[in-house]
């Protein structure tokens, strides 16, 4: 399902235009994304979680030439589905 689907959902189900709808959606996700960035956890019951985690800095290779790279500790995005997602998918 790509974005424009779920604009269409939304506009069909909820009697918007799509117009309306894409700006709907671009003010959630754009939403979510801020309190991401700012270090908050996002939470929408039933479906899960979104966050960020640190990972390592790390050694690396470059896979052109084989030497050996150090990698930058970073933040990464991080999705944990929530309870009902996971039943719903038929996991424990």
């Known amino acids: 399902m790509t974005k424009a689907d779920i604009i269409k959902v939304l506009a069909d189900q909820v009697g918007l235009t799509r117009r309306e709808a894409a700006e709907v959606l671009s ?22 979680s979104f966050r960020t985690r640190t990972r390592q800095a790390r050694a690396g290779r ?28 038929g996991g424990k």
């Open 62 to 89: 470059n896979p052109r030439t084989g030497a050996q790279v150090q990698v930058p500790p970073k933040l990464v995005p991080y999705f944990k589905p929530g309870k009902q997602l996971r039943e719903t998918l």
């Open 27 to 48: 003010v959630v996700l754009d939403g979510v994304v801020e309190a991401i960035k700012d270090g908050e956890k996002v939470e929408l019951r039933g479906f899960g």
